[in-house]
């Protein structure tokens, strides 16, 4: 039978409590789970014999966090959300794969965040300081980097890529396998398809590079040195007449030596299992803005 509070250290009796665990009676702790301290776990919550509930977390109320998934410390997570549960892929087949949830990082309410498979990378992570608001989907596999906000009703499909300080709006869709850069700008209700440039902005279904995300890259604290340059790259990659790659080596030659623009190039240089996003119609005027 399942225990309320259980400590997997030989040295500690199975019921004892650690220092500062707050515990509601309606709450389910299988043996085996590993609880830290000051942790507080709310009304009808459910966790797992495989699960890691770091220092300081916080399990509002019914709240399911099971297989192998491990919660950072401070983290909080909103009724109705459910970490670690098994993913939404035929080919699973129970494996031991893996979840986990940085640091700080909140989980707003009727999220879903799948444990990984042994086809993918084996474990989906969310890293920390993020916000993942009410209802957000992250498929199997995912990797969210640091400082990630992801706003409501927003869902991916599996293996997705996401850098840190990128923003996903409202009700957008990422297909699976695509990657968004660091510091990128997803519209809402946008279907993205292909991979959006570190520092881009994209929008629309189907999704189509508009510009670049000035408005995140200021709030960032890059100067304006740092986004002019930014620009430049761009015109050349997405404006500018010719063949994409006579286009890239010119971008390459003319501002390669930027620290940016070198994380852009390398972005653009890596596999890919979708593909780029290019530039719509709306990126002139966004890039000139």
Request: overall charge positive; charged content about 20%; some cysteine.
């Amino acid at each position: 039978m399942a225990q309320r509070v259980i400590d997997r250290s030989p040295l500690q009796p199975a019921a004892a409590p650690r220092r500062g665990v707050h515990i509601h009676p309606t709450a389910t702790i299988a043996e085996g789970a590993e609880i830290g301290t000051d942790v507080t776990i709310g009304p009808f919550c459910t966790i797992g014999p495989d699960a890691v509930v770091e220092d300081r977390v916080k399990l509002v109320s019914h709240v399911v966090v099971d297989g192998h998934s491990r919660i950072g410390p401070e983290a909080v997570l909103f009724p109705f959300c459910t970490v670690g549960l098994p993913p939404q892929d035929l080919k699973y087949k129970g494996e031991p794969t893996r979840c986990e949830i940085g640091a700080r990082t909140q989980i707003r309410e009727h999220c879903t965040i799948h444990r990984g498979t042994v086809t993918g990378t084996g474990t989906t992570r969310v890293g920390a300081d993020c916000l993942l608001m009410a209802v957000v989907h992250v498929a199997h596999d995912c990797q969210l980097g640091d400082h990630v906000i992801i706003a409501n009703n927003a869902v991916m499909g599996g293996h997705v890529r996401i850098g840190d300080h990128a923003v996903i709006g409202g009700a957008a869709a990422l297909h699976q396998y695509v990657r968004i850069g660091r510091a990128a700008m997803v519209g809402g209700v946008s279907g993205v398809e292909g991979d959006v440039i570190p520092f881009g902005s994209v929008i629309g279904n189907r999704a189509r590079l508009a510009g670049l995300n000035v408005i995140g890259l200021k709030r960032r604290g890059f100067d304006r040195a740092q986004i002019q340059t930014l620009r430049a790259a761009f015109k050349v990659l997405f404006r500018d007449a010719g063949v994409f790659s006579a286009r890239l080596a010119e971008a390459r030659r003319l501002h390669g030596a930027d620290p940016l623009v070198a994380e852009v190039l390398a972005f653009i240089d890596a596999p890919s299992h979708r593909g780029l996003i290019r530039a719509g119609r709306a990126a002139a005027a966004a890039a000139e803005g």
